[in-house]
């Protein structure tokens, strides 16, 4: 046991967070045993193709282990009962439910794969620790190896708080949800991680700084960092580097001769157990694909039904995710005969957003617009595909890689007000973590694939309405004195919004729905600047009597009163102390609280 008190002679700051990794046991298996409770007391095993790719804890006991060999699994458990697990829709929907539980704590969580959240505790525990009185505090749960003294930095007080929050965490997600899950509590990403399945099924590990070192030392090969992949294992290995000992012992300058030296000293650190990188809330993926691996396919009309099963399946998904795709990328693994090998090549689309429709909140693709979809994925392969030659393909793909938000389209409040324009500008709102996808999930964003943009031909279908320059921008600006237009310059398709006010737009929306499904009547206009030059454009009106003619009535009546007046102030007389001011450009800083003017930021 390393207890060495050196490690106390380091920068508090390295002990300072307080991370929980959470995984959810036998995932699939577990979803299977919800469904159908019978499945719980028989051995159990989910089926991918011929691979178990996971079993319940009661076929463990016989040995089946994850990803063996059907056939293999039938010799060790031959009572096992297998459920076929290639739909992934239920694992994705309990996924997303159990990581939406662990945003109750409002904590940063970042997703990894389906069934694996880190949730920085750190700043929760700051707060506990305000209002605590005990100098020593219960650790819940195991612990890797006792220490032997307190640290000074008080991190055992904080991981013991932490182990007490992973404990509430793993209640409620079994209390609400039905799964069992285990739960590593450290200082850092790596060893939450790494000690998290110490007591494997529903438990949960703490370890405390000071046992870093020691603990790296129990998992051997190098290859069981996670962060260490196969190519870098490799390169380790040609230097005789196998073991976690070996990357320990080996000086960094020698590390630096092999590696960059970001990632000499990336390595090291991970071998003691050392790691900065934060906990990076995850937001929606970045992209949302399927594939679909077989021996091989060298017919055409069998890459389009391929195309066609995995454009059905892929459409579901989008419509649970909500945002309109404006981005199609097929993938197709060919096989190379010569050089008995493999490659994967990528090629993308634009694709109109108008292929897909809002009804009722809900996307939907017509049959027609299924087709189109299906002859751009076509249309992709054929640029990937010299047809004139045979070819043999392993895998096919299909992502949508880039998304219009919808609250951009007809639920920004761009369109509460207007009576009709469409806002045709693309924007990812999402935040700028993709989930580390796994085999059969999201497709990640593959820097290993080629990728190629296609922009160049008639893919992208004319729009029905022309483009709007609106500039969204997700991101709140302060803004500079300077930048405070004049008020006859606020334009409302130059508004700026950020992501929060967009959930409080969005909260307006639902409000005023009702009032949104009336019949717009006007027409589409053309482009923005005549929406902004319509803002001069002031009609008498019994509700609004001084509303721009843009500006749908039925919907500004539906907007609070304080809200309506300001606007009509602002519309009335733009320099008054309702719009945005130059001289007072502390109203623009700090709006009331129930302004909308807040929504608004006037463009540069
Ligand atoms: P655990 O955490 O050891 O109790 O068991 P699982 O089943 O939760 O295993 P985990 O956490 O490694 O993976 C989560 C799910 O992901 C698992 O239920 C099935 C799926 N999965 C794991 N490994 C593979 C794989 O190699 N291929 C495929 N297709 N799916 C996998
Ligand atoms: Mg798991």
């Not at 962060?227 to 490799?234: A, L, R, V």
């Not at 087709?371 to 949508?400: C, S």
């Not at 500004?556 to 733009?574: V, Y």
Request: charged share 25%; net charge positive.
């Amino acid at each position: 046991m390393d207890t060495s008190i050196s490690v106390y002679n380091e920068n508090d700051s390295e002990h300072s967070r307080c991370i929980i990794h959470m995984d959810v046991d036998c995932f699939y298996a577990q979803v299977e045993m919800l469904r159908k409770p019978m499945l719980r007391n028989v051995p159990l095993g989910i089926q991918q193709k011929n691979i178990v790719v996971t079993s319940n804890y009661e076929a463990r006991k016989y040995g089946v282990q994850k990803c063996m060999l059907v056939s293999d699994a039938l010799k060790v458990c031959p009572n096992l009962t297998l459920v076929n697990g290639e739909d992934l829709h239920d694992y994705r929907t309990a996924s997303s439910k159990i990581f939406t539980a662990l945003l109750g704590w409002k904590c940063p969580v970042e997703k990894l794969g389906m069934d694996e959240n880190f949730i920085d505790v750190t700043n929760l525990i700051q707060e506990k620790l305000k209002t605590m009185n005990e100098t020593s505090v219960t650790l819940t749960g195991h612990i890797y190896n006792e220490p032997s003294i307190e640290c000074p930095c008080g991190c055992h007080n904080r991981l013991r708080i932490a182990s007490q929050i992973a404990s509430e965490m793993r209640k409620k997600v079994y209390d609400e949800l039905g799964f069992t899950t285990c739960t590593g509590i450290a200082h850092n990403k790596l060893l939450a991680k790494l000690i998290c399945p110490l007591h494997k099924p529903n438990d949960q590990t703490t370890i405390f700084p000071e046992h870093a070192t020691s603990f790296m030392l129990s998992l051997t090969s190098v290859r069981s960092i996670p962060s260490i992949g196969t190519k870098t294992t490799e390169a380790l290995i040609s230097q005789k580097i196998i073991t976690v000992r070996d990357l320990q012992e080996t000086p960094l300058e020698e590390l630096k001769k092999h590696f960059s030296s970001d990632m000499a000293v990336r390595l090291k650190a991970l071998s003691l157990g050392e790691d900065s990188t934060p906990v990076k809330q995850s937001g929606k993926p970045l992209s949302i694909g399927l594939e679909d691996s077989f021996k091989t396919v060298s017919v055409k009309s069998e890459v389009e039904d391929k195309f066609s099963a995995l454009l059905q399946r892929l459409l579901v998904l989008v419509r649970e995710d909500g945002r309109i795709p404006v981005s199609l990328r097929v993938t197709l693994r060919k096989k190379d005969a010569k050089r008995l090998s493999s490659h994967r090549e990528s090629r993308q689309s634009q694709i109109s957003p108008s292929i897909f429709s809002l009804t009722n909140g809900v996307l939907t693709v017509t049959d027609a617009g299924q087709q189109k979809l299906l002859a751009i994925a076509m249309r992709l392969f054929n640029k990937l595909i010299d047809l004139t030659k045979p070819f043999h393909l392993t895998l096919v793909g299909l992502a949508f890689t880039k998304f219009q938000e919808r609250m951009t389209g007809r639920s920004s409040i761009v369109n509460y007000l207007m009576n009709d324009i469409s806002v045709q500008s693309v924007l990812n709102l999402s935040n700028d973590c993709d989930t580390s996808a796994t085999s059969m999930d999201y497709s990640a964003v593959s820097p290993s694939s080629s990728t190629t943009t296609d922009h160049s031909d008639g893919e992208v279908e004319p729009s029905p309405k022309k483009p709007k320059k609106v500039n969204w921008i997700a991101k709140r600006r302060c803004l500079a004195k300077e930048e405070v237009a004049s008020p006859s310059k606020l334009k409302v398709g130059e508004l700026r919004l950020n992501s929060k006010e967009l959930e409080k737009v969005s909260e307006l929306r639902l409000n005023s729905r009702d009032r949104s499904l009336t019949p717009r009547a006007s027409p589409a206009r053309e482009n923005m600047s005549d929406a902004s030059d319509s803002m001069k454009d002031v009609v008498e009106d019994g509700a609004c009597n001084v509303c721009p003619s843009y500006v749908d009535k039925e919907v500004f009546s539906a907007l609070p009163d304080d809200m309506q007046q300001e606007l009509k102030a602002m519309w009335k007389n733009p320099s008054s102390s309702a719009g945005v001011t130059r001289s007072s450009p502390r109203n623009v800083n700090k709006p009331k609280s129930n302004s909308i003017r807040k929504y608004f930021v006037p463009h540069k």
